[in-house]
């Protein structure tokens, strides 16, 4: 009688404590998930700055290089008209500022 009555409570214990692990469990697996979904959602957000920088990035070198072809083609028709070679052009009195304002553009 006795011993069977400690059994059979020792087996209702335990059964209530695995009961209370696997709820446990479950709670943690379900808080898991939650945070590796948040912690996806702040990744992407971050992938999004990442790129937003990035094209900003790119968007001030292609600024750069159009501003340093311009440069560079403003200078090169400056090289082309200061070239000891006659054209005709060097004693029309309006040349030079025709050319120095089309190079500006």
């Given at each position: 009688?006795?011993?069977k009555e400690h059994v059979r409570q020792t087996h209702h214990d335990?059964?209530?404590?695995l009961e209370t692990y696997h709820?446990?469990?479950?709670?943690?697996y379900f808080a898991s998930?939650?945070?590796?979904?948040?912690?996806?959602?702040?990744?992407?957000?971050l992938e999004?700055?990442?790129d937003k920088q990035r094209n900003k990035l790119?968007?001030?070198?292609?600024?750069?290089?159009?501003?340093?072809?311009?440069v560079g083609f403003a200078g090169w028709i400056g090289?082309?008209?200061?070239m000891n070679l006659t054209s005709g052009l060097?004693?029309?009195?309006?040349?030079?500022?025709g050319v120095f304002g089309g190079s500006l553009v």
């Open positions: 009688g006795e011993w335990v059964e209530l404590m709820a446990k469990l479950q709670d943690y998930m939650i945070m590796r979904k948040q912690i996806t959602a702040t990744l992407e957000l999004i700055a990442l790119i968007r001030l070198n292609l600024q750069l290089t159009i501003s340093t072809i311009s090289a082309m008209f200061g060097e004693s029309h009195p309006t040349m030079f500022y």
